[in-house]
């Protein structure tokens, strides 16, 4: 008898062990519950002050908001078409910044695609436009027009060429890309008629 109560006395023990155990593990489970409380409200209160106006988020969006319209502006901007004087050929095309356009020979004229792109694009930028591009002061407006290029981008076309800048003209009046043979044809600006400038 004496050993029955002496084990019996030792799960008594060992239950009491557990019960405690399992009440610290509780009260420090609950302790974690209000630190992930704590947490949710201070995540809370970070995402009321994005939307809400702190001076950081403010700030951030309206940066994002400048950002959208200048994009947006870019994208539905007409590109402006005029007439300027480029050093070695006389009067020429230019874009909206008086830098000399130019034509690719190995383009098509009128077909309607463009043959320059990838390394070749980076090179000889098209001349993009957001909308109908705009006739300025000695441009022909029936001779001016558009194509899709293979990034669904509008590039700008005259009397059937498609338009290009030139990376290594750095100012106005520059034709350094008049008679280059790159990217296997010739480049040449166009007069006001819609004819070749250069030799």
Known sequence: ????????????????????????????????????????????????????????????????????????????????????????????????????????????KGSGVSKCEGPCAEAWPPLTSGGEPEAMSGVSASMLGTIERSDGTMQVTYAGWPLYTFVEDKKPGEDNGTDSKAFGASWYPLHPNGQKAGH
């Open 1 to 108: 008898m004496k050993k029955s109560y002496a084990v019996l006395a030792a799960l008594a023990i060992v239950f009491a062990l557990a019960v405690a155990a399992c009440g610290s593990s509780s009260s420090s489970s609950s302790g974690g519950g209000s630190g992930e409380s704590e947490t949710a409200s201070s995540e809370s209160g970070s995402s009321y002050n994005r939307y809400g106006g702190s001076k950081e988020s403010s700030s951030e969006s309206e940066s994002e908001s400048k950002t959208e319209t200048a994009s947006s502006e870019a994208g539905g901007a007409p590109a402006p078409i005029s007439v300027g004087e480029a050093s070695g050929v006389g009067k020429v095309l230019v874009d909206s910044e008086g830098m000399t356009l130019y034509y690719f020979q190995k383009d098509k």
